[in-house]
């Protein structure tokens, strides 16, 4: 079990936004930072965000990450049926001293 | 353009250690901030982080691991081998290889170029 905490899934209509949730303690979202991984179905995990806020080159500004005390988010502006696919967030936890991923929030599109 | 791809055996029985190879290209082993990481998905599951070696041999494992796993490379075959030993069908799993670069990204937690990864079955 993650101690990064994201929700299962999420889901939108074409075009409406989404915004993912990931929550952690002060070892790790607490004073690191936030990336974000994009993992179609069948692939390899992808960065999109890096940074809490950055995106990865390539990586369209509908996505948008942000990060507040313990928690992260990611956002999905304009969605469509491209960006069906499983999100998690990462980072590294200073206790553990140990790369965390979340435990992953599976996006669909209406 | 960096590329990884994992080899190995596709199935074990338990009590068996695994051994897999990442083969890379497009960078060195030798430059100062690069690293190499394994992560591994079980099927259906979350990604999970294992362990990871560095440019300048340090090593770093997941501290639930850390005593079954080994990290090694060898920069003159371009790879990095990871061993895991007593494995059990818990360690079903595809495993991944990635590159990361501490220097460019500045933190730990980034792994910009993955393999496709490799689909390992522990049954007896």
């Known amino acids: 079990q993650s101690v990064l905490t994201q929700p299962p899934s999420v889901s939108a209509a074409p075009g409406q936004k989404v915004s993912i949730s990931c929550s952690g303690s002060?070892?790790?979202?607490?004073?690191?930072?936030v990336s974000w991984y994009q993992q179609l179905p069948g692939s390899a995990p992808t960065l999109l965000i890096y940074d809490n806020t950055k995106r990865s080159p390539g990586v369209p500004d509908r996505f948008s990450g942000s990060k507040s005390g313990t928690s992260a988010t990611l956002g999905i502006a304009g969605l469509h049926t491209g960006d069906e696919a499983e999100y998690y967030c990462?980072?590294?936890?200073?206790?553990?001293?140990?790369?965390?991923f979340g435990s992953g929030t599976t996006v669909t599109v209406l | 353009q960096i590329t990884l791809k994992e080899s190995g055996p596709t199935l074990l029985k338990p009590t068996q250690t695994l051994t897999l190879t990442c083969t890379f290209s497009g960078f060195s082993l030798t430059t100062d901030g690069v690293g190499v990481g394994w992560i591994r998905q079980p099927p259906g599951k979350a990604l999970e982080w294992l362990a990871v070696i560095y440019w300048d041999d340090d090593e770093r494992y997941s501290p639930s691991l850390k005593t079954r796993l080994t990290v090694t490379k060898d920069t003159s075959k371009n790879q990095v081998i990871l061993r895991m030993t007593n494995v059990d069908p818990a360690d079903t799993a595809t495993y991944f290889c990635?590159?990361?670069?501490?220097?460019?990204?500045?933190?730990?937690?980034?792994?910009?170029?993955w393999g496709q990864g490799t689909l390992v079955s522990v049954s007896s």
């Open positions: 990635a590159h990361t670069d501490v220097m460019h990204w500045g933190e730990v937690s980034i792994y910009d170029f």
């Open positions: 990462a980072t590294w936890d200073s206790s553990l001293s140990a790369v965390l």
């Open positions: 002060s070892s790790n979202i607490g004073g690191n930072y």
